[in-house]
């Protein structure tokens, strides 16, 4: 047996493929598949697919309704039954220290699904996410990188990596008899 993953990188040759890997990893976190609650962390460049992937997951969540982007804002907020969705933009900070000015400690719940998009713009004060997501342009589409910080991330990584794992080839067959 191989050991885990502690990252994983994809190919996401177009729009479709993103929100597909959304749609896989949502059940893990809004507890379909065991405790609900995430802290996961979005890193690329502007136009990199973080709020695209972002919408799919939520929307895959169970978020109904227009799904903004948190960049002027800094916060958007959802709640599903008892679940606190918090996407959280700081693109606009201009020093990590914003972010604490900005109240968002409270958020980072256990139970709460909480997506940062650029967390490296309050580096040094954020916890390790669970997860890492990050997005970057490739000559068709984009490459993600998934890396796990925790044992709950960990957990996600290795499901998702089962689902993209190639299929075993079977075994060699022996030659006819003659």
């Known amino acids: 047996m191989s050991a885990p993953a502690t990252r994983l990188t994809l190919h996401l040759p177009d729009e479709t493929a993103t929100?597909?890997?959304?749609?896989?990893?949502?059940?893990?976190?809004?507890?379909?598949?065991?405790?609900a609650g995430a802290y996961i962390h979005l890193q690329g460049d502007l136009g990199a697919g973080k709020t695209a992937f972002t919408r799919a997951l939520l929307r895959e969540c169970g978020i109904k309704g227009r799904i903004k982007s948190p960049s002027y804002a800094l916060l958007?907020?959802?709640?599903?039954?008892?679940?606190?969705?918090?996407?959280?933009?700081?693109?606009?900070?201009?020093?990590?220290?914003?972010?604490?000015?900005?109240?968002?400690?409270?958020?980072?719940?256990?139970?709460?699904?909480?997506?940062?998009?650029?967390?490296?713009?309050?580096?040094?004060?954020?916890?390790?996410?669970?997860?890492?997501i990050s997005l970057a342009y490739a000559d068709i589409g984009r490459d993600v990188t998934l890396i796990a910080h925790t044992a709950r991330g960990q957990i996600w990584l290795n499901a998702i990596a089962l689902l993209h794992a190639p299929p075993p080839s079977a075994p060699a067959q022996p030659p006819a008899a003659a």
């Open 19 to 35: 929100d597909a890997l959304a749609r896989q990893l949502a059940p893990m976190l809004n507890g379909q598949n065991g405790p």
């Open 76 to 132: 958007e907020s959802y709640k599903i039954f008892n679940i606190y969705f918090y996407h959280l933009d700081f693109y606009r900070f201009t020093e990590s220290r914003e972010w604490l000015d900005a109240g968002f400690r409270d958020l980072l719940r256990e139970d709460a699904v909480v997506l940062i998009e650029w967390p490296e713009r309050a580096e040094g004060l954020l916890p390790p996410p669970d997860l890492l």
